[in-house]
């Protein structure tokens, strides 16, 4: 009967183990992000994390080397804009005008990039058969 009772302690805290494990994985693997208007009214809680801001490229990009400087610019509201700085190899499809999600940390002011991710800005549309 002692064995019995082991076997079942040892399945049941493996089993919760497993939906902990579970959760936890798929709650860090989901990929949320922010609006500039939704970064900018958080910026307090927000700053120093990592997040992620999805926004249209403004028309101001500035290339330096390998440092890149450019605005993203809410998607309902052009006027909110935020200024982003980012190191390091940038996609083929960025330019001006499309949508990308950039993630990185939000400290005074300046979006500092570590990933950009341009979103597709196509869609697709079947060619008409005749």
């Known amino acids: 009967m002692l064995k019995k009772k082991k076997y079942l302690i040892g399945a049941f805290i493996l089993v919760v183990a497993l939906i902990l494990l579970g959760y936890f ?14 970064l900018l009214d958080k910026a307090t809680s927000v700053s120093g994390q990592t997040v992620r801001v999805s926004g249209n490229v403004a028309d101001d990009v ?15 509201n052009n006027a909110i804009n935020l200024p982003v700085i980012y190191s390091g190899a940038v996609p083929d499809t960025f330019k001006v005008g499309n949508q990308v ?29 005749d």
């Open 25 to 38: 994985g798929f709650m860090g693997g989901l990929t949320y992000y922010y609006e500039v208007s939704e």
């Open 62 to 76: 500035v290339k330096d080397g390998l440092e890149m400087r450019f605005t993203i610019l809410d998607m309902s």
């Open 101 to 129: 999600v950039v993630e990185g940390k939000y400290t005074t002011g300046i979006f500092e990039a570590e990933a950009i991710i341009v979103k597709c800005g196509s869609k697709y549309i079947p060619e008409e058969q």
